[in-house]
């Protein structure tokens, strides 16, 4: 019976451990990724990193199964290919993340505000083009 417990213990900590180590990740891409975004207003470069940070928390999010955290993490990625001039594959990204917005996250009010405002860029960026 002690054996069992103990590699339930186990478990579950080493559960909680890839839980802290995924959630500090996320933070550090999420910092790294905002300020290669700011950049990237002014060098491509810096946009093509802020994106290539964006799939990062993606990926992080898919593991950490947190539905939210992922379509913020499209809407950012999303912002990434506006500043790329990519504005096709942006909308598309948008128009999914809004659907899944309404759908599943049952219009999530300060989600569905940042679809919108990336949508707002993309329209300002298609018309100073």
Not at 11 to 34: A, D, E, R
Not at 54 to 59: F, P, T, V, W
Not at 93 to 98: A, F, G, R, V
């Amino acid at each position: 019976m002690c054996k069992n417990i103990y590699e339930r213990s186990k478990k579950l900590y080493s559960l909680i451990s890839h839980q802290g180590i995924f959630t500090f990740q996320s933070t550090f891409f999420s910092v790294l990724g905002g300020a290669y975004s700011a950049l990237g207003r002014q060098n491509k470069e810096y946009a093509i990193r802020a994106k290539k940070f964006a799939r990062n928390q993606i990926k992080l999010a898919k593991k950490l199964q947190d539905p939210e955290l992922e379509c913020k993490c499209w809407i950012y990625y999303s912002e990434g290919l506006i500043q790329l001039e990519k504005f096709k594959k942006a909308k598309i990204i948008i128009d999914q993340q809004k659907t899944f917005v309404t759908n599943v996250l049952r219009g999530d009010p300060l989600i569905m505000s940042m679809c919108e405002n990336a949508k707002m860029k993309l329209n300002a960026a298609i018309n100073k083009n």
